[in-house]
C-alpha cells in the first residue's frame, strides 16, 4: 500500500511530506522497534525476542475479535460472529507458521541465551491465558503466575467470574432450538469446561438436520476449526520445545515438555467432537 500512496508518476511525487502522518507515525514504529532488548551477545536472542513479541500482538488481536464476536453474538449477529471466529482460526495459523522461524534455532544456540531469560516463560503470558478463560479452559491455578500483577490478575479473575464464550454458545444453541424457556446449563464459571451429555445431544440434533439448524451447523463447525487450529499450535508448541531444549525443565519452572503433552489433552469444546462418532 505504501508504494501504491507514492508513485513518481503522479501528482503524489510533488507533495510535500514534511507535515504529514507518515507511516512510521501511524504505526509507532520507532517504539515499537525500540523494544527488542537482547540480554546476552547471543546472535540467536533478537530471534527469540521477535518470535514472542509478534506473537503477542496476535494474541491481543484473537482478544480483540473474540470480545467482539461475543457481543455480536449476544446481540443475535451471526454473520459478524462468523466473520471474527474465521478470523482468529487464521490468527491461530499465522501463529503455527511462526514456529517454523523458531525451529531454526539449534539446542547450541538456545544455550549461549537461555540463562539470560531467568524464571521469565511463555507460561507466564497473561493474554494466551486470557484466551484459554474466553475459550473455556478455565483452571484458576494458573492465575499464580500472575500475582505480581494485581492489574491482570483481577482482569483475569473477572473473565473467570462470567459465562465463557461456549457458555454463551451453549445458551444459544438450547433457547434456538428449545426456545426462551430452554432448560439451559448452568455455565461452569471457574473451572475447565466438562462434557455435558445435554449439550452433545443438542448439537447432534442440530447435526443430524443441518438444513433446518444451519446457523447453529455453521455456528459449530467455525468453533471446530479454531480449535483444531489451536490444537495445531499446542501441539507445534510441544515439538519445538522439545527439538530445542529436549526434556529439560522449562525456565518457569514447569516439567517442559511434559507438560505441554499433558495441553495437548484439553479440549475446549469436547461435545462438538464427542458427537461425530455417533453420527
Do not use: C
Request: aromatic letters at 12%; proline letters at 5%.
Amino acid at each position: 500500500m505504501s508504494e501504491d500512496a507514492y508513485d513518481p508518476g503522479t501528482e503524489g511525487a510533488r507533495m510535500s511530506f514534511a507535515d504529514a502522518m507518515s507511516y512510521g507515525d501511524y504505526l509507532n514504529l520507532d517504539g515499537l522497534l525500540a523494544q527488542q532488548k537482547p540480554l546476552s551477545g547471543a546472535h540467536d536472542e533478537m530471534l527469540f525476542i521477535i518470535q514472542h513479541q509478534t506473537s503477542e500482538l496476535w494474541m491481543k488481536l484473537a482478544i480483540h475479535e473474540l470480545a467482539a464476536a461475543r457481543s455480536a453474538m449476544n446481540a443475535g449477529q451471526m454473520s459478524h460472529v462468523f466473520k471474527m471466529l474465521a478470523r482468529v482460526s487464521r490468527i491461530f495459523e499465522q501463529l503455527n507458521n511462526a514456529w517454523d522461524v523458531l525451529r531454526t534455532m539449534t539446542p547450541a544456540d538456545y544455550t549461549r541465551f537461555r540463562d539470560a531469560l531467568g524464571p521469565s516463560s511463555g507460561f507466564q503470558s497473561y493474554q494466551y491465558r486470557m484466551i484459554e478463560y474466553i475459550l473455556g479452559n478455565r483452571n484458576p491455578n494458573m492465575l499464580k503466575p500472575h500475582a505480581h500483577s494485581p492489574e491482570v490478575q483481577q482482569m483475569l479473575q473477572a473473565e473467570l467470574a462470567r459465562p465463557s464464550f461456549y457458555d454463551d454458545v451453549i445458551r444459544l444453541l438450547f433457547v434456538t432450538i428449545d426456545g426462551p424457556d430452554a432448560d439451559v446449563p448452568a455455565p461452569q464459571l471457574g473451572q475447565p469446561h466438562k462434557p455435558v451429555e445435554a449439550v452433545q445431544e443438542k448439537w447432534t440434533q442440530v447435526y443430524q438436520d443441518v438444513d433446518r439448524w444451519w446457523t447453529l451447523y455453521e455456528l459449530g463447525e467455525k468453533l471446530v476449526d479454531l480449535e483444531d487450529y489451536f490444537r495445531r499450535w499446542r501441539f507445534n508448541h510441544v515439538t519445538t520445545v522439545e527439538r530445542v531444549i529436549g526434556f529439560k525443565r522449562g525456565t518457569g519452572g514447569t516439567s517442559g515438555v511434559q507438560y505441554l503433552r499433558r495441553m495437548l489433552e484439553v479440549e475446549l469444546f469436547p461435545e462438538l467432537w464427542h458427537l461425530r462418532g455417533g453420527l
